[in-house]
């Protein structure tokens, strides 16, 4: 365990994104799939996003890894969101939690009665809360000296809980989903919500859009942060002209597809020139 200053710990205890988004701030954020918190570090060193979303549906991971995630991002005062599967999303959200994350994207729920069982997970388990959050003596309580109980309740009160909108079900209920006290955030999800409806993205992209548009209207009407992925700054604008502000660029497994896929080929093609 290596113990941070007081002054530090006071820094790391403070929900960047959820001040953030209180205040009507915009946040940008990009996704990293390894565990390794070098990645993490690299990316808080470019001071150009506020957080990093570490997207633990998608790769092997242990408790120690984000940890040292949460760590790597607090020395260059970056937060912190993990996405995590449907199945164990309690028990690795409160793990994620622990080790210092401070937003969680949950993936594949169907129903509001889904997402409120979710939110109740992850509250505070108080007389005023009525969650299932206890208080294990983990990182983010510092071995106990740092935190008290009720610091511990606003802590956890205050992480930021994103639901993805994926399916075809969670579409048809999006305005109940987005009227649940504790939804801070939505983001529209167009390849499971096309699998939803057994069809493919590729074939109904102009529907589909339309569906993202949707989603976006009502989270703002009810004070919903929709968050968008992009894949270069100039998607930026088509999303802020419908009232977005939240965005997340990139995705590191993406991006090396580019590089091994789509530049591998022209280098191959170029090398096999070469012997002909």
């Known amino acids: ?21 209180k205040n009507g701030k915009p946040t940008t954020s990009t996704r990293l799939w390894s565990p390794w918190g070098f990645f993490t570090e690299f990316v808080g060193s470019t001071g150009n996003f506020d957080y990093i979303e570490f997207v633990g549906e998608y790769c092997p991971f242990g408790q120690d890894d984000l940890e040292n995630i949460a760590r790597a991002a607090e020395l260059h005062d970056m937060a912190t969101m993990m996405k995590v599967d449907f199945q164990n999303r309690g028990y690795v959200a409160q793990k994620a939690i622990a080790a210092g994350f401070q937003a969680i994207m949950f993936a594949d729920h169907h129903t509001p009665e889904e997402v409120k069982e979710t939110i109740r997970m992850m509250k505070a388990d108080g007389p005023d809360h ?16 740092y935190i008290s109980q009720t610091e511990h309740i606003k802590r956890i009160n205050d992480i930021v809980l994103a639901f993805m909108i994926e399916k ?60 968008c992925e992009i894949s270069k700054p100039k998607d930026m604008q088509y999303y802020i002209d419908l009232g977005v502000k939240d965005f997340s660029m990139g995705d590191q ?10 530049d591998g080929k022209v280098m191959r093609d170029i090398a096999n020139k070469l012997t002909k």
């Open 253 to 262: 497994m993406k991006k090396l597809k580019e590089l091994w896929i789509d």
């Open 1 to 21: 365990m290596i113990f941070a200053s007081k002054k530090s710990y006071k820094k790391m205890k403070e929900n960047k994104i959820r001040t953030l988004i």
């Open 130 to 145: 009525a969650g299932r959050f206890g208080f294990p003596g983990r990182r983010f309580i510092g071995t106990q000296p």
């Open 168 to 227: 075809k079900e969670a579409v048809d209920n999006i305005e109940a989903i987005c009227s649940i006290p504790g939804v801070d955030m939505i983001q529209f999800g167009p390849s499971d919500y096309n699998m939803s409806l057994g069809r493919n993205f590729a074939d109904n992209v102009a529907d589909t859009k339309a569906v993202e548009r949707h989603c976006i209207e009502v989270a703002l009407k009810h004070g919903i942060h929709p968050r």
